[in-house]
């Protein structure tokens, strides 16, 4: 259901406003000490990353409530919000989210939440998506400045900017860093356990990121051809180049000129095998692979985590990536 109409949100704001003012009574003043139950703070995140980042940030303090906005296994670019969940945004005290990624929270956010959202992309260095899928060599200085996520229009307008940076461990880290000081401002009393927890949760980062450049540092097939567009951080990271089959959003549908075209590139650069996605199928996947005689296996971008995931949190799923990408682009 669209959203976009204001008159239609401002009423229901009100309402939320009310109800909301008489259910906590203004929650400064007791602290309810931890495992009270109620959190002192509530904090709504867009999807499955910021979600994880933000649980890790908050620990066992009791002291929040992280709020998922995309239900696992539902594919995150394609949120939409339900008049609830507006509702959840408004009277959160906190809104994370990744400009860009998610159009429908972006509008939210600004016309709900504009006083309390924390844009992760802030603080990341997020890269150009330039035309890396079309063989160019896109290392070299990337636009970095051209902020055209404000006003997306409908569909999945990313500016031209990759939004999955959580799948590079170090722009992940840097997230979580950014997540701690909007918590530990918000919540002083807190605040020591907080910087703990991301200090914490930025050391298991870096020891992954050194597994990853450990385990993919010598391969013999450098190109990685993937379902959608997720991975250009990961693999700029650690020395290989991604070509997608589709964008940086899943659903764009290939044209059969693109379909060719990446037949021919499999078959150039000698790859053997193709990634696919849990949360998308394996269909675009397997057709370049009947075509080229290559093998499928999964390559999860970890916007969710399912009973399909090959892991039960982030950590877990990157190291299963690490597994795939050093048998598909056969690592030593
Ligand atoms: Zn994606």
């Known amino acids: 259901m669209p959203l976009t109409p204001r008159a239609r949100l401002r009423p229901l704001s009100l309402v939320l406003l009310g109800t909301a003012l008489v259910a906590t009574g203004c929650g400064s003043g007791d602290d309810g000490g931890a495992g009270g139950g109620d959190a002192d703070l509530t904090v709504v995140a867009g999807f499955y990353p910021l979600e994880y980042a933000t649980q890790r940030v908050a620990g066992d303090t009791g002291a929040v409530e992280v709020v998922g906005l995309t239900s696992p296994g539902v594919d995150p670019h394609d949120l939409e919000l339900t008049p609830r969940q507006v509702g959840t945004v408004q009277s959160a005290d906190l809104v994370v989210l990744s400009g860009g990624m998610q159009a429908a929270l972006d509008d939210a956010a600004t016309s709900q939440a504009a006083e309390h959202t924390l844009d992760v992309n802030d603080v990341v260095d997020l890269a150009s998506t330039g035309d890396v899928e079309h063989g160019g060599e896109d290392h070299g200085d990337h636009a970095e400045d051209d902020h055209a996520g404000k006003d997306d229009h409908e569909g999945h307008d990313h500016g031209g900017v990759d939004p999955h940076f959580w799948l590079d461990p170090d722009r992940y880290s840097a997230a979580v860093g950014a997540i701690a000081d909007e918590l530990a401002g918000l919540d002083p009393d807190h605040a020591e356990d907080y910087r703990a927890n991301a200090t914490a949760f930025q050391e298991e980062l870096a020891a ?84 080229t005689g290559t093998e499928v296996l999964v390559l999860d971008p970890v916007e969710g985590i399912t009973d399909a995931s090959a892991g039960s949190d982030y950590l877990e799923v990157m190291r299963s990536n690490l597994e795939a990408l050093r048998q598909g682009q056969d690592c030593s």
């Open 208 to 291: 992954l990121d050194e597994e990853l450049a450990a385990g993919l540092a010598d391969c013999r097939i450098d190109t990685v051809v993937t379902t959608h567009t997720a991975f250009g951080y990961l693999t700029d990271r650690y020395g290989l180049h991604q070509v997608g089959i589709t964008g940086v959003s899943p659903d764009s549908e290939p044209s059969p000129a693109r379909m060719a075209e990446i037949t021919h590139v499999v078959q150039d650069a000698g790859v053997d095998t193709i990634y696919s996605e849990v949360l998308l199928g394996g269909d675009l996947a397997q057709v370049i692979a009947d075509e």
